[in-house]
Each structure stands twice: as structure tokens, then as C-alpha cells.
């Protein structure tokens, strides 16, 4: 009349299984028989610089919805090397196709922050192409596959495996290890495979699925599974900016040189509750989360770079820049135009149909009875 | 006895009740179970009943769909929870290709007494996926009843009778009124969840509805009560079946019938009861059906969704403009 569980739900999977790590807790550089960070100090500084950024980005929009300016929040803290790290391999030919989490690697494509979409005036808020960053999916799962036939078409079009650095290009899907469980993404898996396609598999393993822990979503590490649909799953630690970004950039180059596929699982952990709209206390304990504070992935890269000769004023400035960040995201959120919809009826097709500009007229004349009436 | 329960709480209740009247029912879905659910509908249910009777699945629609079919067949009554109606498509194979079969193609000989859950509507200020009302998808798939409670007291017994159901049954709670108390009456035998309802008589025209926008309804009648318009309000409770009779009834006394549902409005449950008053009440009808429905755009942004969705005004124009007609 029970369900067994097996011995491995009771820990996280892979709990003991090795990560790439190239710098640790401590701020220490490690050594890696496969995996190298190729930058110098000065690298490493402006990888600073977007931890802090996107860290501060998502603590200002964390703020603005505390604040009713925004609906909803899901916070990326915790995870900004995974994001900053990965997205910092890409090159402007790539394209990623992210999840709602994913605020670091916006930041660094060059995407505005998601507010238009959590202060619900827009379902958007971007042209992807312009960017090579992708709608939000809230849809779990579901754009891994987009993501791979992204891929496929670069196949199809020739700008794999040419040897042109400038050319060659290859697709990066963030996903989560809740996702990991979906179809979709099993079949991503598989039809990346099968077709050779020049895709990394990004998965920011934070523990959770909301409240599920990661436990009860798999029994063996996600990066495992990579084998068995015959590519190869790196673990890699995701609160290492310097691993991630090197095991990525090693991915996504393995992609574009037409080596297919490859599975990155990034072990790190969601600081946050999984939105504004969570309450962690429910299903984890403090103490947990104390644990993963000694691992904070910023602070690590600040102490390298403290007992490696830079000074003061670098982490002055830097305050300073993420200070004023904060500033223009605030005011960018209040900017946000409101939405119209009236005008929303012209975007359902690409040609207005009949049907729809009856129901648009319909509602322009029914809604100008109000106009001037205070509601 | 009665208590006064969100309509949240009484779905609690009712799953409670189900749970302890056979210990066959299952709870299953993601995150039902320390955290009780986004909603907290299945709140402590797992403390009490267990892990393997309430149970945290991992995160996929056609999983859980699934599985619970083959607990079915062994003889099991999921009662699944889908998290938000927008994310009940991944499972929308297992539901309209296999539950909603499996009885048919056995030529009876199985039985799929499984429940679906699915929080649904709008207006609770959500990003997209949060607020859609697919109702109409399952509606028109043979083989699955639907039911749409709109009261504390239906979703209480509602649930229970729908557990109880020996076909697959897609509940359709109505989110955003989740936290609106109502009077429950804990003993009373309930009625038949397979009949619509007269929620409020009038003489001059017939409200069609049901879920979220029977409160919305009868705000409605209230208003027009005031310019001395008398509106019939009728929550239909069960969308598949429908039970139409006491629509017709209504229709031939008011000559006048309004449906409102939140859904778009093509092929949306407005169109088939429209259709059925024509056919029954053709020479009663004093003007065509008037549907009150979402647009025909997928859901909008949330600062625009009050005008999006049906409201009092939209539903006194469109009283207006029958009697008018
Ligand atoms: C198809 C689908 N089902 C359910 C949900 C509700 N939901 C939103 S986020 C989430 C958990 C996702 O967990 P994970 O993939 O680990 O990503 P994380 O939120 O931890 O970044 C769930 C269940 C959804 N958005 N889409
Ligand atoms: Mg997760």
C-alpha cells in the first residue's frame, strides 16, 4: 500500500559525483585535466562585472514587484554564474532560447530586463532575432525543441562546421532540472541527437522544481542521461563563473564545428523562493539555504580577483555602475507604455480577418462609451 | 451542519471527504504535496493521507495524465492536478486520445474513473498561461464529462461527486474565485452535479453561465435590477453533459437569452447553447442569443484583461440590446 522510494530519492543525485570546477569556494583557481579558462585577471574582472549587473538587476525588479510595479518576479539569485558564465561563451551568431529565469543571460545579449512581460503590459518585449535571444517560455519544456530545430536549420543552411569562426554558429537551451522530466525535452534530446544538431543543453540544476525537489524529479543526475540518447553530459559547478563559462564555450564550439550535441547540468541553487508568489519556508529549511550562502558565486570570483592585485576602486566603481543600474531599471519600469487592446486585435494574424475587425470595432465603440468616465 | 469556506478550502474539504471514503482515491500532481498545491487546495492533505496517496510528481502533463490512467486500469480514482489550465497541453494527448477513449474502444470494459483539476479564468493579474479558459476543448471531446462549479457548496460536493463518477471527469475551478467564502452545508444529500441551476429568477431575460462568471452574473442582475430590468441567472454547473432543459424553460417565459463565459467567443460553449435555444425555443425567441465572451485573440497582457473579459457593463449592453431587438 506504499510507493518504495528509491535509496536515491533521499539525496540529491549525483550528490557525490565529480563537478567541473575551476575556481572554489574560496576564490582559489583550480586546475582541470580538460577544461581551461582561457581569459586573464582582466577577463575575469568584467565577468565580475556581470555578476554584479545581473544580480543587481534582479534584485531591482525584485524590489519593483514588492513595490506593485511589477505582477510577478522570479529571482535568479544564486544563479548568475550559471547564467553569466554560459552566456558569456556565446558569440553574436549564436542564439539561446531561455526560460523566465533567466535575467543574467538577457543582460548579457543585451536584452532588457523581462518587465514589460511580469508588469503584464506586453507578452513579449523583444524582437529575438535582433538579439539572438528567444521569447520567454513559462510553457516548461517546450522550447528545447524550438531550440533544436533553431539548430537544425543552421545544419540546413550551411554555417556549421565550415571553420569559419564568424560563420559557425550553434544554439544554447536554458532549461531546469523540474524541466529535465518533461516529453519535450526528452524528445529535444533525442532529435538532437539523431540529427547531429549543433545544440548545447544547458540545464541550471537549483534544486527545485517549485517545491519538488530535485530528488523526487530524477534518480540519476541529469548530465547522465545525456548518454543514453548518445551525447556526452558534463556536471559542471554552477556557481563557478569560470567552469561555466569554459565547459560552455567548449559545448557550444564542439556544436559549431559539427560535433553535435551536448548536455552542460550546472549544480547551483535558487537562493529565492521560485517567484514572489512562493513561500520556500513551506518545503526547505534556512539552514539549507545557509549552506549554499558559503558558496555564493560572486563572492568567490571577489576574492581571487582581492588576493590577485586588483584594487579597491575597481569594486568601488563597479558598486558604483550597479547603483545607477538599479536607477534606470526603476525608471525604465515606470516608462513602460500600457497596453492597448484595441491594438492587440491587429497582432493575432498577420492580416487582420474579418471576423476580428468586427470584434475590434466592437469593442473600440462599446469602450468609447466610457471614454472620460472615471471607473 | 454548514460552514462558511472559501470555495479553495471547500475543494480541500471535498478531496479530504474522497480521500477518506475510499482509500482507492489518489491525489496526484506537482508540488500537491508539502506545499499543497500553488493554490493550497490540496493543503495537508499529504501530512495526513500520506505520500503514496497524495503524491508529488515529477514535472510533466502527459506523466501524470498517464500514469493515473494505469492506475485506473489497476483499479485506483486519481484525481489529478493539472497546475494551471495553461499547462494542461502537454497532456492533452493522454486526455482527448486516451482517457477520454478507453471506455469506448473496451466496448466498456474499462473504466476510467479518473478527475482532472484544472484551475482555470482569468482576472487574478497573471502572466500568460495563467488565465485561459480551455473548458470548451474538453467540452467537445466525447467521452469526458466537464464540470464548472461556481459556488463553495458546488465544489465541495462537486469534487466529491465527480470522484465518485465512473467516467473521466474534467473540474474546472474557477481561480480567481478561489478566496470567495460561501455557505456550505456539510450534511445535506447534494443534488445531481449533472443539472444546471437556477441562481437568481427573473421575467425579463435569461443570464446563461457558469464558473467564475455566475458571481459576475449576478452583480449583473443586481445592476439591472436597480433600472427595474428582472434577469434570470442560470449556472449551467455541467458543461458535458449539458442540461439544457431549465435553459429552455427559461428562454420560452423570457423570450431573451444571454450566454457569458469568459472563453473566446468562437466555438466557444456560447455557440452550442446558442444553437440548442434556437432549436428549441425558436418561436420564444424574441431576439437571437447574445454571447458575452473573451475576444477572439489569445489572452491578453493582464493590465488589459478587465476589458477583455466579460464584465456588468458588457452584459447590460448586451441585456439592452435584445430587448431592444
Ligand atoms: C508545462 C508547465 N507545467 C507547469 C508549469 C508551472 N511551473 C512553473 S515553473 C515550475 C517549476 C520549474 O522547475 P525547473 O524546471 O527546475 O526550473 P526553475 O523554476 O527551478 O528555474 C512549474 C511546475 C509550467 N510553467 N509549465
Ligand atoms: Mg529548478
Known sequence: ?375 | MSDKLPIAKAINAGLRAALESDEKVLVMGEDVGPLGGVFRVTDGLQKDFGESRVMDTPLAESGIVGTAIGLAFRGYRPIVEIQFDGFVYPAYDQIVSQVAKLHFRSSGAVRMPIVIRIPYGGGIGAVEHHSESPEAQFVMTAGLKVLAPATANDAYWMIQQAVQTDDPVVFMEPKRRYWEAGEVDLDSEPMSPWQSLIRRDGSDATLITYGPMVTTCLEAAEAANEDGVDLEVIDLRTLSPLDLAPVHESVRRTGHAIVVHEASRTLGLGAEVAARVTEECFYSLESPVQRVTGYDTPYPPSRVEDDFLPGIDRILDAVDHARAY
Open chain 1, 1 to 375: 500500500m506504499t510507493i518504495p522510494v528509491s535509496a536515491s530519492v533521499e539525496s540529491a543525485p549525483g550528490a557525490d559525483l565529480p563537478l567541473v570546477q575551476l575556481l572554489s569556494p574560496e576564490g582559489e583557481r583550480l586546475q582541470h585535466p580538460e577544461f581551461h579558462f582561457d581569459g586573464d585577471d582582466a577577463a575575469i574582472r568584467s565577468l565580475y562585472r556581470d555578476l554584479v549587473m545581473s544580480r543587481r538587476i534582479d534584485n531591482e525588479a525584485f524590489a519593483l514587484q514588492r513595490h506593485g510595479e511589477l505582477g510577478l518576479w522570479p529571482q535568479a539569485l544564486g544563479q548568475e554564474a550559471a547564467q553569466v558564465g554560459s552566456a558569456r561563451a556565446l558569440r553574436k551568431q549564436d542564439y539561446a532560447f531561455p526560460t523566465y529565469r533567466e535575467h543574467g543571460v538577457a543582460y548579457c545579449l543585451g536584452v532588457d530586463p523581462a518587465l514589460a512581460l511580469f508588469r503584464g503590459v506586453s507578452l513579449g518585449g523583444w524582437v529575438p532575432a535582433e538579439h539572438g535571444f528567444a521569447l520567454i517560455s513559462i510553457i516548461i519544456g517546450a522550447h528545447t525543441l524550438h531550440a533544436t530545430g533553431y539548430a537544425l536549420g543552421l545544419s540546413l543552411d550551411g554555417v556549421v562546421g565550415t571553420g569559419d569562426p564568424d560563420r559557425d554558429a550553434a544554439v544554447i537551451a536554458y532549461f531546469g532540472d523540474g524541466a529535465s522530466s518533461q516529453g519535450d525535452v526528452n524528445e529535444a534530446f533525442d532529435f538532437a541527437a539523431v540529427n547531429h544538431a549543433p545544440v548545447v543543453f544547458f540545464c541550471q540544476n537549483n534544486q527545485y522544481a517549485i517545491s519538488v525537489p530535485v530528488s523526487r524529479q530524477m534518480t540519476v543526475p541529469v548530465a547522465q542521461r545525456a548518454a543514453g540518447f548518445g551525447f556526452r553530459g558534463v556536471r559542471v559547478d554552477g556557481n563557478d563563473v569560470l567552469a561555466c563559462q569554459a565547459v560552455t564555450a567548449a559545448a557550444l564550439q564542439q556544436a559549431r564545428d559539427g560535433g553535435g550535441p551536448m548536455l552542460i547540468e550546472a549544480v547551483t541553487y535558487r537562493m529565492g523562493a521560485h517567484t514572489t508568489s512562493d513561500d520556500a519556508s513551506r518545503y526547505r529549511d534556512a539552514d539549507e539555504v545557509e549552506e549554499w550562502k558559503a558558496k555564493d558565486p560572486i563572492a568567490r570570483v571577489e576574492a581571487y580577483l582581492r588576493s590577485n592585485g586588483t584594487i579597491d576602486q575597481f569594486f568601488t566603481d563597479i558598486a558604483a555602475e550597479a547603483e545607477q543600474l538599479g536607477e534606470d531599471i526603476r525608471a525604465a519600469c515606470h516608462a513602460l507604455p500600457e497596453p492597448d487592446l484595441a491594438a492587440l486585435f491587429d497582432q493575432v494574424y498577420t492580416e487582420q480577418t474579418d471576423e476580428l475587425k468586427e470584434q475590434q470595432a466592437a469593442y473600440v465603440a462599446w469602450r468609447s462609451q466610457y471614454e472620460g468616465v472615471e471607473s
